[in-house]
């Protein structure tokens, strides 16, 4: 298990990371989502041992993790911005990493080259943005990490690439157990493969659960009333957001749905009512927006 | 364990793997070195030489130097930064790795260099000397861009970074040096050169930490010590540097801020050093304030460039306002720790012998073993004074007490006709040695007083001997062939000496009319200080001068002069076989007696 504990980081006078608490299991696909500059990469560069922290602990199976600790070897991190040495091709870079990690398979690199239809041979900083992420995540899954962190990975790629890429992310998780920590944007996809999220703002982890849980709490429906609709205070539920669009009200809520519905009834003349799936877009910008993000009015 | 963790188990492998990538750096090497050491001398007609060995050496610096920049760059971007530290190799594996690689890549162009100058035939210079020098220079220099690399987070800073460090003990020196020159002006009778020399001599061996000891000195196994020695602590350097650094700053120019602060305050201290010959003559006050201030600006600069913000942080003007109070802390306890010797003279009987003069150049030998070689004074000891043929040690206990009275004089005050310095030196008995420096000057209402004290030590016929043997050591001819002569005349006209002037001249009436001359100068002359300082050797070119060459020489329009030079066998006179003097008419008798020749 990968667990961040209370680890601050601050760069000069920039308090960046923020008593960060992460809990992240073996054969588990760690979402990291959150505001732009939030610190997501700056977390990741942590885990990695890039960054050295102020204060707090990183631990994988209880062993604290330094830049010197046997377990860290099995870390693989793959950066958003991405870079190669000088006229590497991904031959040569594989034989480079041979090198340093000990679990790097030929056979799956060969099979992840044919699979993803790489030129092995071909200068990687001649490769396009697409071909390049291709690359790295051969390099990475090839390396057989236990920890695997992926900084946007799929950034810039085709739907069809990235089918791919979940493909085999998923595989591996399935087979060998690893913990996968994935900071993207693409919360549609997160949504899908994602076993928990951990949700960044300002530098603090504002919310990790798991995913289902996530959308066990957080409810969303839409009504139509015969009436104006007011929220009202209630134990069983939290009106956390309501809008009306035509006739129609969506709701977002925390808690008990049934409640809701049965105030909805007592006080007006429900004509539809309907519980809609609730994605993790709609879990981040509830989240992020509880913290005051994006709550500005263009007006204002 | 932690040192046994700072090598990466594939070390050997990883080294085979850079230097692979190093594959178009060898051609180009190998290419740039081929023509420039061996095509370009063959096409030019001329054999190889220790020049073209020279410029091969510094061809290798420059591409090891450019290699070390590549190579280290990686801690100065981002996205380098992450990719290279995010692997399974630590920052201290990874700089190892990147040391032992350029230091291969080195051998093998030193080696090439080396086994090409095998083939050369040295005319004037052992070539084995330029690799004594320069391949520690070379090892050193790649460690030195490891630490510039820790320390900074842009490339071109990190290249300037490992010149700066590179030549830090010489940036010391000049430091040190310019704060013997405030000693010298606050401490009457210090000198800066006696303190830099017993400074650089005695405790700062900046020719050993440069290797160019090995070269004067001779090559012994002190040399391996020592290079150990320097390894060991710029490797220190480099694990300690590397454990705080902080990776997240790079990009910045300097990433440690102690650093930072450090070369801020170094680079500020050599600026009003460097501009220190424009303002040479400026006093005590002018040298401190010109320190001040231009040590101020560079500050700001430097800073202003570091921070990239013409804003100072408060910490950079709590640093500037410390070093201010340290400067002015060095002053008061320069001046007070002076203060305390700057009156100290001697006891007569402690003193074996003592040297007075304006030369500060010995040239001698330690023993009679010794070759011959140049030395400060201040490097010299008894010994080699007393074997030098261009100095005086006078050892008469009445001339020691004499030059001491003189001594207690300068230090009441350092007024005279004109600008003069000199040194005094006094060898104790116990071996101590006691030097001061002094620069007397010219104030129009000099009272005489030195010259008075010293007048009556001139005319002492020890003082004469030793100061003009030539003129009063009746002896000091016997057994001398007859010498060679020439004379010269300057004056008005065009005067041609008949050759039978030459043949008419007879040394001993010579001597015989210039020792009149004298006798009546050291006595008439009011400049007897002048007279004292100066080196014996200037007597054979020197003329009365001063005061009293114008009290009996006035008026004089056009000086007219005979040169006349002497030259014995040089067996028979050891090493005072030459003599060239100038005969005005402040020496009357001797011209007079050169005139009648011309008959």
């Given at each position: 298990?990968?667990?961040?504990?209370?680890?601050?980081?601050?760069?000069?006078?920039?308090?960046?990371?923020?008593?960060?608490?992460?809990?992240?299991?073996?054969?588990?696909i760690?979402?990291l989502?959150?505001?732009?500059?939030?610190?997501?990469?700056?977390?990741?560069?942590?885990?990695?041992q890039v960054?050295?922290?102020?204060?707090?602990?990183?631990?994988?199976?209880?062993?604290?993790?330094?830049?010197?600790?046997?377990?860290?070897?099995?870390?693989?991190?793959?950066?958003?911005?991405?870079?190669?040495?000088?006229?590497?091709?991904?031959?040569?870079?594989?034989?480079f990493?041979?090198?340093?990690?000990?679990g790097?398979?030929?056979?799956?690199?060969?099979?992840?080259?044919?699979?993803?239809?790489?030129d092995?041979?071909?200068?990687?900083?001649n490769?396009s943005?697409g071909?390049?992420?291709?690359?790295?995540?051969v390099?990475?899954?090839?390396?057989?990490?236990?920890?695997?962190?992926?900084?946007?990975?799929?950034?810039?790629?085709?739907?069809?690439?990235?089918?791919?890429?979940?493909?085999?992310?998923?595989?591996?998780?399935?087979?060998?157990?690893?913990?996968?920590?994935?900071?993207?944007?693409?919360?549609?996809?997160?949504?899908?493969?994602?076993?928990?999220v951990?949700i960044?703002?300002?530098?603090?982890?504002?919310?990790?659960?798991?995913?289902?849980?996530?959308k066990?709490?957080?409810?969303?429906?839409?009504?139509?009333?015969?009436?104006?609709?007011?929220?009202?205070?209630?134990?069983?539920?939290?009106?956390?957001?309501?809008?009306?669009?035509?006739s129609?009200?969506?709701?977002?809520?925390?808690?008990?749905v049934?409640?809701?519905?049965?105030?909805?009834?007592?006080?007006?003349?429900?004509?539809i009512?309907?519980?809609?799936?609730?994605?993790?877009?709609?879990?981040?910008?509830t989240?992020?927006?509880?913290?005051?993000?994006?709550?500005?009015?263009?007006?204002? | 364990m932690?040192?046994?963790?700072?090598?990466?188990?594939?070390?050997?492998?990883l080294?085979?793997?850079?230097?692979?990538?190093?594959?178009?750096?060898?051609?180009?090497?190998?290419?740039?070195?081929?023509?420039?050491?061996?095509?370009?001398?063959?096409?030019?007609?001329?054999?190889?030489?220790?020049?073209?060995?020279?410029?091969?050496?510094?061809?290798?610096?420059?591409?090891v130097?450019?290699?070390?920049?590549?190579?280290?760059?990686?801690?100065?971007?981002?996205?380098?930064?992450?990719?290279?530290?995010?692997?399974?190799?630590?920052?201290?594996?990874?700089?190892?790795?990147?040391?032992?690689?350029?230091?291969?890549?080195?051998?093998?162009?030193?080696?090439v260099?080396?086994?090409?100058?095998m083939?050369?035939?040295?005319?004037?210079?052992?070539?084995?000397?330029?690799?004594?020098?320069?391949?520690?220079?070379?090892?050193?220099?790649?460690?030195?861009?490891?630490?510039?690399?820790?320390?900074?987070?842009n490339?071109?800073?990190?290249?300037?970074?490992?010149?700066?460090?590179?030549?830090l003990p010489?940036?010391?020196?000049?430091?040190?040096?310019?704060?013997?020159?405030?000693?010298?002006?606050?401490?009457?009778?210090?000198?800066?050169?006696?303190?830099?020399?017993?400074f650089?001599?005695?405790?700062y061996?900046?020719?050993?930490?440069?290797?160019?000891?090995?070269?004067?000195?001779?090559?012994?196994?002190?040399?391996?010590?020592?290079?150990?020695a320097?390894?060991?602590?710029?490797?220190?350097?480099?694990?300690?540097?590397?454990?705080?650094?902080?990776?997240?700053?790079?990009?910045?120019?300097?990433?440690?801020?102690?650093?930072?602060?450090?070369?801020?305050?170094?680079?500020?201290?050599?600026v009003?050093?460097?501009f220190?010959?424009?303002?040479y003559?400026?006093?005590?006050?002018?040298r401190?304030?010109?320190?001040?201030?231009?040590?101020?600006?560079?500050?700001?600069?430097?800073?202003?460039?570091?921070?990239?913000?013409?804003?100072?942080?408060?910490?950079?003007i709590?640093?500037f306002?410390?070093?201010?109070?340290?400067?002015?802390l060095?002053?008061?306890?320069?001046?007070f720790?002076?203060?305390?010797?700057?009156?100290?003279?001697?006891?007569?009987?402690?003193?074996?012998?003592?040297?007075?003069?304006?030369?500060?150049?010995?040239?001698?030998?330690?023993?009679?073993e010794?070759?011959?070689?140049?030395?400060?004074?201040?490097?010299?000891?008894?010994?080699?004074?007393k074997?030098?043929?261009?100095v005086?040690?006078?050892?008469?206990?009445?001339?020691?007490?004499?030059?001491?009275?003189?001594?207690?004089?300068?230090?009441?005050n350092?007024?005279?006709?004109?600008?003069?310095?000199?040194?005094?030196?006094?060898?104790?008995?116990?071996?101590?040695?006691?030097?001061?420096?002094?620069?007397?000057?010219?104030?129009?209402?000099?009272?005489?007083?030195?010259?008075?004290?010293?007048?009556?030590?001139?005319?002492?016929?020890?003082?004469?001997?030793?100061?003009?043997?030539?003129?009063?050591?009746?002896?000091?001819?016997?057994?001398?062939?007859?010498?060679?002569?020439?004379?010269?005349?300057?004056?008005k006209?065009?005067?041609?000496?008949?050759?039978?002037?030459?043949?008419?001249?007879n040394?001993?009436?010579?001597?015989?009319?210039?020792?009149?001359?004298?006798?009546?100068?050291?006595i008439?002359?009011?400049?007897s200080?002048?007279?004292?300082?100066?080196?014996?050797?200037?007597?054979?070119?020197?003329?009365?001068?001063?005061?009293?060459?114008t009290?009996?020489?006035?008026?004089y329009?056009?000086?007219?002069?005979?040169?006349?030079?002497?030259?014995?066998?040089?067996?028979?006179?050891?090493?005072?076989n030459?003599?060239?003097?100038?005969?005005?008419?402040?020496?009357?008798?001797?011209?007079?007696?050169?005139?009648?020749?011309?008959?």
């Open positions: 298990m990968l667990k961040v504990n209370l680890l601050n980081k601050s760069f000069r006078k920039f308090h960046v990371l923020k008593d960060i608490n992460i809990n992240a299991e073996p054969g588990q760690y979402g989502v959150g505001s732009n500059g939030c610190g997501k990469t700056t977390l990741l560069k942590h885990i990695i960054f050295r922290q102020d204060s707090g602990e990183i631990h994988y199976n209880n062993n604290l993790i330094t830049e010197k600790s046997e377990e860290i070897k099995d870390f693989y991190y793959v950066q958003d911005d991405l870079f190669f040495p000088q006229n590497s091709t991904l031959k040569s870079l594989y034989d990493e041979k090198l340093l990690y000990t790097m398979s030929l056979e799956k690199f060969d099979k992840l080259v044919k699979y993803f239809k790489i092995i041979n071909k200068k990687l900083n490769m943005k071909q390049k992420r291709q690359a790295a995540f390099l990475a899954m090839s390396a057989n990490p236990k920890v695997l962190l992926l900084d946007e990975i799929v950034d810039g790629l085709d739907a069809v690439i990235r089918r791919k890429f979940w493909n085999v992310l998923i595989k591996e998780v399935i087979e060998n157990n690893i913990t996968v920590i994935i900071s993207s944007h693409a919360l549609k996809e997160l949504d899908n493969i994602c076993d928990k951990g960044m703002h300002e530098g603090a982890i504002i919310k990790e659960e798991e995913m289902e849980s996530l066990e709490n957080l409810k969303r429906v839409q009504f139509a009333i015969d009436g104006e609709y007011e929220d009202v205070i209630d134990e069983s539920y939290t009106i956390i957001k309501s809008i009306k669009v035509g129609v009200y969506f709701v977002t809520l925390r808690g008990d049934n409640a809701f519905r049965k105030s909805l009834e007592n006080r007006y003349k429900l004509l009512f309907d519980e809609l799936a609730v994605n993790l877009e709609e879990i981040f910008i989240e992020l927006g509880g913290a005051g993000y994006g709550m500005e009015e263009l007006d204002s | 932690e040192w046994k963790n700072s090598i990466h188990k594939n070390t050997g492998r080294v085979i793997n850079g230097l692979k990538e190093k594959r178009s750096w060898f051609l180009v090497s190998f290419l740039i070195l081929f023509i420039t050491v061996i095509i370009i001398p063959i096409i030019t007609g001329s054999r190889i030489q220790e020049g073209h060995i020279v410029v091969g050496m510094v061809e290798v610096f420059f591409l130097f450019i290699n070390c920049m590549i190579d280290f760059s990686y801690m100065h971007d981002g996205r380098k930064l992450a990719y290279n530290i995010s692997k399974p190799i630590t920052d201290l594996q990874k700089i190892n790795v990147t040391i032992i690689t350029n230091m291969v890549f080195t051998a093998v162009l030193v080696a260099l080396f086994i090409t100058s083939f050369i035939k040295t005319s004037y210079m052992d070539i084995g000397e330029l690799f004594i020098v320069t391949v520690p220079w070379l090892i050193t220099g790649i460690f030195t861009a490891a630490i510039s690399g820790v320390l900074t987070g490339s071109i800073s990190g290249s300037l970074a490992t010149i700066i460090n590179f030549t010489l940036s010391f020196l000049a430091i040190i040096n310019y704060f013997f020159r405030i000693v010298e002006d606050i401490a009457i009778g210090f000198n800066a050169d006696i303190l830099f020399n017993t650089v001599e005695n405790y061996r900046i020719d050993i930490l440069y290797f160019v000891k090995y070269v004067e000195d001779g090559f012994d196994f002190t040399y391996f010590i020592v290079l150990a320097v390894l060991v602590i710029l490797y220190g350097l480099i694990y300690v540097l590397t454990k705080r650094r902080k990776h997240e700053r790079a990009g910045e120019l300097v990433v440690s801020d102690g650093y930072k602060s450090f070369i801020s305050i170094i680079i500020a201290s050599l009003p050093i460097a220190s010959s424009i303002f003559n400026v006093g005590f006050s002018g401190i304030i010109t320190f001040v201030i231009l040590f101020a600006l560079a500050y700001y600069l430097i800073n202003a460039v570091l921070e990239k913000s013409f804003r100072l942080n408060r910490y950079t709590k640093l306002a410390g070093f201010m109070v340290f400067f002015a060095f002053i008061i306890i320069a001046d720790a002076t203060n305390q010797f700057e009156g100290r003279l001697p006891v007569a009987s402690e003193i074996s012998s003592v040297y007075i003069g304006s030369n500060t150049w010995i040239y001698s030998q330690e023993t009679d010794s070759e011959f070689e140049g030395r400060q004074i201040y490097s010299a000891t008894e010994e080699f004074m074997k030098a043929d261009n005086i040690l006078y050892e008469d206990q009445e001339t020691i007490q004499a030059i001491i009275d003189v001594h207690r004089e300068i230090i009441k350092q007024d005279y006709y004109y600008n003069m310095s000199f040194v005094i030196a006094y060898y104790y008995n116990d071996g101590e040695i006691l030097y001061r420096y002094y620069n007397l000057l010219e104030k129009s209402d000099y009272d005489g007083q030195k010259d008075a004290f010293v007048k009556e030590l001139m005319n002492t016929s020890d003082f004469k001997l030793k100061r003009m043997p030539f003129v009063y050591d009746d002896n000091y001819l016997t057994g001398s062939e007859k010498p060679s002569i020439t004379i010269h005349y300057e004056g006209d065009v005067r041609s000496i008949p050759q039978s002037a030459i043949g008419k001249f040394v001993e009436i010579f001597r015989a009319n210039l020792k009149k001359d004298f006798d009546k100068y050291l008439e002359s009011d400049t200080l002048n007279f004292l300082i100066q080196s014996p050797n200037d007597f054979y070119f020197m003329e009365p001068y001063g005061r009293y060459k009290e009996i020489a006035e008026p329009i056009v000086e007219e002069a005979y040169y006349v030079e002497i030259s014995f066998n040089e067996e028979s006179m050891k090493s005072k030459y003599f060239s003097l100038r005969v005005t008419e402040a020496f009357p008798e001797t011209y007079a007696y050169i005139e009648s020749l011309m008959d």
